[in-house]
Structures are given as C-alpha cells and as structure tokens.
C-alpha cells in the first residue's frame, strides 16, 4: 500500500506555516529516496496561462525547491509547449508567460526551461509497449533530466474529469507531436442552440479547423482534438459528446506518463488541493472553485496521490455540490477515476493507500 502524506492549511504558529509543511511533506515522503547529489530534478509544473490566477503559485512550490536543494539535487522549473494558439505554444512566449506569473527570481530560485525547444519539436522517443502506444515522444529536458517532480494543481478538466499528477506528467511532459498522438480521436460537438457565435474557439484553434458565422463550426478533418475550444468557450456550447473517446484519452495520457517517468530515480510528487476549479489553467480566465482549499499531498506514487486528492475532494461539501459525490463527473460528466484504473493496470501505481496526516 502505497503512502501518501497530507497537510491541511491550518495553523497558528509561525514556524509551522504551509513553507515549513510542505518541506516536511517532502522530508516525510522521500526519506528514502535514492541519492540526489548533484543530480538534474525536474520539476514538472503548469506556469499558468496569461490572464489566469488560480495557477499554482510560485510561492507554494519556492519550499520544494529549497528541500531539493538541501538534499543536494539541482532543481529547474520546465513545462512543455502547447498545441493550442495561446500563450505558450512556443518557448519564448511560455518564458515570457511564466516571468508575468512570477516564475522569477527571488520569488522562487530555480531557473525556467521549456522542454520541448523553441517550437515544440525537441524530444526523444522511448519505447514503453503499452496498450495504445509501443512509444512515445518525450520532451527534450524531462528525458534528460535524472529525476521528474510532478508538481501539480489539482482540479477539474473537461475531457479526464480532473487533472493531478497523472495529467500533469502524461500530458505536460510530452512534445506536441505527443500530445498530438494523445488527443487524435478527440472530436468535438457544437450546440448550435448555446454557441453566441464570439469567435474565441476560431482564435484558440491551432490547426484553422473553426470557422464563425452565425455559430461555429468545426470541421473535423482539419481537427486535431486538442479540446481548446471546449476550454475557452464562454457559452459551455461545445462539448466532446462520445465517452470512448475520452477514456480513450485518459489511457493515452497514464501511459505517456509511464513514459515520462520511465527510468527515472523515483522522486516526491506534490498535489496541491486548492482553486479546485472545475476546468484546467489553460484559458486566460477562471471559473469559482467548486469546494473549499483542502491542503496539499505529497506521494512517491503517482497514481496513489491522485487517488487520494480526488477521494479527498469528493467528501468534502461544495458550493453545489455536497460531500460523497464525485464533483468532477457531476460537471463534465466524465468519470476521472478511469486514468487512475488503467495507470494501476499498466505498472505506474497503485490506487490504494495510506493517508498519514502530518498536520496533527
């Protein structure tokens, strides 16, 4: 049973503050850690998109680099570039992206790298025989990288139902061409009767698959199912309608994970339950949390850490939603738990676990 160690935000004293938690969580559960000296960690983030704030806060994860540093590794900030037309899908606007969201120094010291290159084509391909992917394309910096600290906010996604550590290292450390591989059979809907026909989809769109008249229309050919325009639509009028599809996607996305940290020394990876919002960071805006900030887990298991978080989620009462339902689904109508059974079944983790509390 895998161990998964959890800290509320609760506190009243100044040496026992979220900082000083958070480097006991990491102390905790990488106590047996293989040896760090001198060795590249990565830490996988998400630096937020422009506009938005419920991002992870450079902040939050300034402690866990302080504790990778103590333990003698070299830690660096990375994400990859995006398919979709944003802020990010190329390394000098993701840099830019990430300094206005004050992924800098002193705020947090550790430099920031884009792992895939300038234009989202510099990755390695690794071999992993799994059931959709005999391999996948890594991006350049997390393959060379020793070690990989998945790093996430944990919250709700349209097409996986939420999105944790698993999404965080499946989707965020892959290539464009990877995540490409990963979303091909994603074809979205429009709902004529909810499109206002704003044009955000057609700007957001990476390929020139929408076009906006009355209301948009996609044209599947030309589509490579990136979802985006679900994402930044205002109107909630696009939708991905065949479920296959999104288990589909769940799968791809734990296996590109196993693939990400294939390899690897085995390192801590931190969820951080709080601006639980019921979609990702990926649209320059931000929707209300569904429930109340929870506290933070840290896990040497990936798939034990995401099960924790959403159990975590689940039996506490929201805004709309009371304790005991499972919130994301309840959106998105989309069951998450779907990625956390095909990463057990793959070899990534375990669904089950232990909950040590350290903040009693």
Same mark, same amino acid.
């Given at each position: 049973?895998?161990?998964?160690?959890?800290?509320?935000?609760?506190?009243?004293?100044?040496e026992?503050?979220?900082?000083?938690?958070t480097?006991?969580l990491?102390?905790m559960?990488g106590?047996d850690?293989e040896?760090?000296?001198?060795?590249?960690v990565?830490l996988k983030?998400?630096?937020?998109?422009?506009?938005?704030?419920?991002?992870?806060?450079?902040?939050?994860?300034?402690p866990i680099?302080e504790?990778v540093k103590e333990k003698g590794?070299?830690?660096?900030?990375v994400?990859s570039?995006?398919?979709?037309?944003?802020?990010?899908?190329?390394?000098?606007?993701?840099?830019?992206?990430?300094?206005?969201?004050?992924?800098?120094?002193?705020?947090?010291?550790?430099?920031?790298?884009?792992?895939d290159?300038?234009?989202?084509?510099?990755?390695?391909t690794?071999?992993?025989?799994r059931?959709h992917f005999d391999?996948?394309?890594?991006?350049?910096?997390?393959?060379?990288?020793?070690s990989?600290?998945?790093?996430?906010?944990?919250k709700?996604?349209g097409m996986t139902?939420?999105?944790?550590?698993?999404?965080?290292?499946?989707m965020?450390?892959?290539?464009r061409?990877g995540?490409?591989?990963q979303h091909?059979?994603?074809?979205?809907?429009? /709902?004529?009767e909810?499109c =206002?026909?704003c044009?955000? !989809?057609? @700007?957001? *769109?990476p %390929?020139?698959a #929408?076009? +906006? &008249?009355?209301?948009a229309?996609i /044209?599947?050919?030309?589509? =490579?199912g990136?979802g985006e !325009?679900? @994402?930044? *639509?205002? %109107?909630?009028? #696009?939708? +991905? &309608?065949?479920?296959?599809?999104n288990r589909?996607?769940?799968?791809?996305t734990?296996?590109?994970?196993?693939?990400?940290?294939?390899d690897k020394?085995?390192?801590v990876?931190?969820?951080?339950?709080m601006?639980?919002?019921?979609?990702?960071?990926?649209?320059?805006?931000?929707?209300?949390?569904?429930i109340?900030?929870?506290?933070?887990?840290?896990?040497?298991d990936?798939?034990?850490?995401?099960?924790?978080?959403?159990?975590?989620?689940k039996e506490e009462?929201?805004?709309?939603?009371n304790?005991?339902?499972?919130?994301?689904?309840?959106?998105h109508?989309?069951?998450?738990?779907?990625q956390?059974r095909?990463?057990?079944?793959?070899?990534l983790g375990?669904?089950e676990?232990?909950?040590?509390?350290?903040s009693?």
């Amino acid at each position: 049973m895998s161990k998964v160690y959890f800290t509320d935000l609760s506190s009243d004293k100044k040496e026992d503050n979220l900082y000083s938690r958070t480097k006991k969580l990491f102390k905790m559960a990488g106590k047996d850690l293989e040896a760090q000296e001198e060795d590249l960690v990565a830490l996988k983030l998400h630096f937020g998109e422009k506009g938005i704030d419920t991002f992870l806060r450079p902040v939050r994860v300034a402690p866990i680099v302080e504790a990778v540093k103590e333990k003698g590794g070299k830690p660096f900030l990375v994400d990859s570039n995006t398919l979709y037309s944003g802020s990010r899908s190329n390394a000098v606007d993701h840099h830019r992206t990430a300094q206005d969201n004050g992924w800098i120094r002193p705020v947090i010291d550790a430099p920031v790298i884009i792992a895939d290159g300038l234009h989202g084509n510099e990755f390695y391909t690794l071999e992993i025989d799994r059931k959709h992917f005999d391999e996948v394309k890594i991006g350049a910096a997390f393959f060379q990288a020793d070690s990989i600290m998945a790093v996430s906010h944990f919250k709700g996604h349209g097409m996986t139902g939420f999105g944790g550590a698993l999404k965080n290292l499946g989707m965020g450390c892959a290539s464009r061409a990877g995540k490409l591989m990963q979303h091909y059979d994603v074809k979205p809907e429009v /709902d004529i009767e909810k499109c =206002i026909g704003c044009g955000e !989809c057609e @700007i957001w *769109c990476p %390929e020139d698959a #929408i076009e +906006v &008249e009355q209301y948009a229309k996609i /044209d599947h050919d030309a589509c =490579i199912g990136c979802g985006e !325009c679900r @994402i930044v *639509c205002p %109107e909630n009028a #696009i939708k +991905v &309608e065949d479920s296959s599809s999104n288990r589909e996607l769940q799968e791809k996305t734990a296996e590109y994970a196993f693939g990400a940290l294939k390899d690897k020394k085995s390192a801590v990876h931190f969820n951080f339950i709080m601006d639980v919002t019921p979609e990702c960071d990926c649209p320059p805006w931000r929707k209300a949390p569904l429930i109340p900030d929870i506290g933070v887990v840290a896990s040497k298991d990936p798939v034990a850490i995401d099960q924790a978080s959403f159990d975590l989620v689940k039996e506490e009462d929201g805004k709309d939603y009371n304790k005991g339902v499972d919130k994301f689904k309840a959106v998105h109508d989309v069951d998450g738990n779907h990625q956390l059974r095909h990463a057990e079944k793959i070899g990534l983790g375990e669904r089950e676990y232990e909950l040590i509390d350290i903040s009693e």
